[in-house]
């Protein structure tokens, strides 16, 4: 076994590499980003009608960088978010009163590490069910909405 400086074996340490900040992905936005970003709200609001207010920033960066800037795609995938979650489970705030979703992450979703280009990874417990009514649902909804954003919405993961 190899041996540090002082003589004293190094337990393999000499063999870890320290990742080149340079090699994430995480440099400002770019103005492609920016521009599709613009384009989709523009989208939303004029074309398919869409309150602004309801139109939330993190959401709309969220939505159209995982569609990689394709502005027709972001668009389609924010309306199926607007319709099949926020709407379907009257969800009329998604980061309101962040204390009730406590539970439900606590009991529902656990960190997994990173993958080898440093994507975050996450892991559904399934160790709880959620009760069967609206209340519980939306809840639930917010939760995991919140979570996915938080452990996705990192820079390097959306590029």
Known sequence: MKKDD????DLGLSKLTIEDDNTRDDHPWTEEEKQAVIDVRKILVT?????????????????????KCRVDEAVKKFMTYNEDLIQKFGVKDVWADQQELVD????????AGMDKEGRQISWITGSRVTE????????????CLLY??????DLHTLR
């Open 6 to 9: 002082e003589g004293k074996d």
């Open 132 to 143: 069967n009514n609206k209340e519980a649902e939306c809840i639930h909804i917010r939760a």
């Open 104 to 111: 439900e992450y606590r009991y529902n979703f656990a960190m």
């Open 47 to 67: 074309d398919k009608g869409l309150n602004p207010s309801n139109v939330s920033e993190i959401e709309l960066i969220y939505i159209t960088l995982t569609c």
């Open 148 to 153: 996915m954003m938080a452990v996705n919405a």
